[in-house]
């Protein structure tokens, strides 16, 4: 017996492009927050000035996160979860709003659909947010480039050289665009005006230190110092070389005093919602910036966000990297899960996705054990959200509510997607009422004054139920590199794969008995963290043999098809 | 005896700053542009849709071209006599409005001051529009980039490849940033998962064909077939591939459908600007976009713009290209001349630019004669203005005034600088004089259809005073090709240098006696013109030892400091 929900009769952009959008004046004033202090870019966009933030607020109203189990390729839906639970909120009465990252616009072009939620639970205008949005990631793009040319500027310099030593700079240029060809690159060839030959690359904008430092900014003062904190790399003499003793840091927050503003747009059902800076989930926290999360709560009631990937990596970071910043203290989490990804961690192949599988379910649940059991460690009991598909059984359901309520947890279907704000009305009360019942108190999982080997230790074993950590040659060195710079204060950001608990992403469900090996270390000075490489990381993707952008087109009239 | 104008004290950004200014809705309000035709970014900047041009507006109303003498590296102030003249035109009681080129980014990090007027005759908000301003360079940048990533990407695929050489590629990436190590690069390295290796590079992103075709399209479908023909290289059999046969027009007109539309902003007088495309002025048309042109007549009675470097380059193609394809018609050219200027080109050092010398004046005065004898060929009595600076002696501006008189053309001091519009309503009313008096009559220099060599032929012998021009064997090879590709009926953009009349920059005043050499061609075949290079072109300044960007500071207010 299948659920029924509404089938997929239009793409997202058509949806989006029949949504019936109000002027976003009339959305601000929804929150109390008068034309006059919004800066509109359109109809339909608006950034909020800083001023808004109002901490008591902040500290009153109620932060929901929104997480998931480990996903399979495709996502098990976090955004369209997120919106349709704020969508359900306002339903049931409550003045809600959802926090989100601004999507990449460079993978739009190659496989990847939008970002900004799916079928009646979008954001939107959906070609804006996917597309230029309001200029951020190329302001974001500029300030990582600028600091980028003046350092090989000062490489080259007779005068004012710092005596940075070329082969051991790790700050790399960005682009948004999915572009192979620029990851590795030679620059500065072409004789003697023509700088200093020496390796480089570039990364996708998403992925630069830069959107890092934004996010975790509480305002341009704090930017300024996170920015000319950045590391660079030594000189020859291995002195370390920092953003400031560039003098780089005033110009870069220039460049970046319209991208720290949050920016308003809107729910498909007309409510709320802010959209606001977008780092990596596994080299950086992958989470929307810490001010766009404090003027909703300034301005709502209940706040919806998500954080990046499963709750090993989005939710780990954002409880305890993040949290810890800004003193935010989510009052609910939600833990996304599919039946699709259940049957995935209990074996079934991508091509078996579709078929139920009580068997292959009830096997899989493992996997969402263990992030119900993780999230309890953070004093939060989650509520499970089931993303419904249409392939979906009631049985598989009913399986799910069953175990998961054998643990002490709600799990609520969501039915966001095919019906916006009237199929999430449930999860929208289990979620009211769990922040109500006041059983949830937030705490940190590890003190950031422990070891940087403890602290991974520790995220390790609780978190992804490893035996232990072991650490590379190089590794160890970079250790030392901590040390040195007098940076072990600072939290943990954990690159791996989102695949898996584990650092192996053929390890689905709940592995045990293993051990996860960092390989090397990264340090965003500028941002605040410490990141172990446990993977293999991917800054820069690369287009598919048929581009998205082949099938994309716009008529005279400026009507876009073929964006997804 | 020294002429007196208001002796500067306060810097650009400080009277930019100081400048109370109003709403653009309410600039808009004078055009008759209603709010809800607007798209607002922020409180002062608004783009306008296209369908407000009305052709019909666009033939009954004015166009003033304002160009000037062969300028000192300084330049000699276009921009601000432009938007000085409009406030003048304005202080008259006519409904006159200026429109501009965008500036660059990158630059402004480097030792260039912004590209927004001076003084007293500034377009503002000054900070915005010197930096991301309505995001057009960025998206600009995007498109060109998202070719430049479809070209790779094809290189490398396996099932879909054109058989593209790589050797012939001339599609460079760009950059707003004035990166000196970015100028040729070798990208593809680093495994066969990282693309091919090949030599490329970037440009800075004003001089993208992209920023040309941007400037020359008449709407979006006429950008696309444009995008369309951009000309990528050959395969390996010798076909000619466009962007068209990766099929990326589509998608770069997509990422440029806001970009297209032109940018309302205001003087420090609350009169309306548009700024709108900044092509170079060498290697592309050097004038803002031909839609911004036309929307301008179609929302004022007078409408004041500007042409790139000295009448050799920014008005000839001007006239020849812009007029060309959009049918514009000038009423009536200024040529800005500066006593410096005129110094200089009487051999004063550039330690002597400020010392009077009625000498140097009267030598120099020499090039000033060949450019008004110039503008005559295209029909137009010019008037001269000539912009005030605080060393200028009245001797001297009588010397101007009555060898220009001598030549039936009025010269005009010029105070828009020092004093707004106050300063330039003598110029205003010349200017409208010569406009009513009926004797000008616009007629382009070259018939298209002419060969390529008889096209540049005109222009170095009627334009520049050459006796010839001569071909390098590269050029000669670049007409077969242009011939093989059929384009022989495209207009010529000559890229020389702007500080002689000749391809030699050392030769000032009136250079006779000389031939031009075309070293070789560049095609914008989207763009719509032929490229002889006649001179080295950069295309990618550097950073200066210490760049401008060091002195530059933002406080927690947002307050910007050392922008110039």
């Given amino acids: 017996m299948s659920v029924v929900t509404k089938p997929k009769v239009k793409t997202d952009l058509e949806i989006a492009q029949n949504a019936k959008m109000a002027h976003i004046r009339d959305i601000a004033a929804k929150l109390g927050v008068d034309e006059d202090d919004l800066e509109l870019y359109g109809k339909y966009k608006a950034k909020l000035p800083l001023n808004l933030i109002d901490q008591e607020k902040v500290d009153k109203n109620n932060l929901i996160l929104v997480t998931a189990l480990t996903p399979t390729p495709a996502g098990e839906g976090k955004t369209t979860v997120s919106i349709g639970l704020t969508e359900g909120l306002n339903k049931i009465g409550k003045k809600a709003m959802v926090v989100l990252r601004e999507p990449s616009l460079g993978p739009v072009f190659g496989i990847k659909g939008g970002a900004a939620g799916g079928g009646y639970s979008q954001v939107v205008p959906m070609e804006d947010i996917n597309l230029h949005f309001t200029g951020d990631f190329s302001a974001i793009e500029k300030a990582n480039n600028l600091l980028a040319a003046l350092i090989d500027n000062n490489i080259q310099s007779k005068t004012r050289n710092l005596g940075l030593d070329p082969r051991t700079i790790l700050w790399k240029r960005v682009i948004d665009m999915n572009d192979r060809s620029l990851r590795h690159i030679i620059l500065g060839i072409g004789g003697t005006a023509n700088g200093i030959p020496r390796e480089g690359g570039f990364n996708i904008t998403a992925a630069s230190e830069i959107m890092a430092i934004l996010c975790m900014a509480k305002d341009l003062e704090d930017l300024k110092v996170k920015l000319g904190n ?38 498909l059902e007309g409510n709320p919602a802010i959209i606001h800076g977008g780092p990596f989930a596994n080299i950086a926290q992958g989470t929307n910036t810490i001010i766009a999360t404090k003027m909703g709560l300034s301005l709502s009631e209940y706040v919806v966000t998500e954080a990046g990937f499963g709750a090993d990596l989005g939710a780990e970071k954002f409880l305890n990297i993040k949290c810890g910043y800004s003193g935010l203290k989510p009052r609910a989490l939600v833990l996304v899960a599919t039946i699709r990804a259940l049957r995935h961690h209990g074996g079934a192949k991508p091509e078996e996705y579709n078929d139920p599988s009580l068997e292959r379910v009830e096997k899989g649940f493992a996997n969402l054990e263990k992030h119900i059991e993780n999230s309890k460690k953070y004093g939060i009991t989650p509520v499970v959200a089931i993303n419904n598909f249409i392939s979906d059984t009631q049985e598989e359901i009913n399986l799910v509510k069953e175990k998961c309520a054998a643990m002490g947890v709600k799990a609520i279907v969501s039915e966001g997607w095919g019906r916006g704000g009237e199929g999430t009305q449930d999860l929208a009360k289990t979620v009211v009422e769990v922040i109500g019942s006041g059983v949830n108190g937030f705490k940190p999982l590890y003190d950031w004054n422990l070891s940087v080997k403890e602290k991974i230790d520790i995220i390790a074993k609780e978190i992804y139920g490893a035996n232990g950590v072991e650490y590379s040659k190089k590794a160890e060195l970079g250790l030392k590199r901590i040390a040195n710079l007098g940076l072990e204060h600072l939290p943990i950001c954990v690159a791996k794969t989102q695949k898996s608990f584990s650092d192996n992403e053929r390890l689905i469900g709940r592995p045990t008995n293993f051990h996860i090996t960092v390989r090397e270390f990264e340090i965003a000075a500028g941002a605040g963290f410490i990141i172990p490489i446990v993977g293999v990381m991917m800054r820069m993707p690369g287009l598919p043999s048929v581009p998205a952008s082949e099938g994309m087109d716009i008529d005279g009239y400026g009507k876009i098809t073929g964006l997804s």
Same sequence: chains 1, 2.
């Fill in 230 to 267: 950045i590391f660079v790399g030594f000189t020859y003499d291995r002195k370390p070389i920092y953003a400031r003793d560039l003098n780089a840091h005033g110009a870069m927050a220039i460049l970046l005093k319209d991208a720290i503003k949050p920016n308003l747009v809107q729910t």
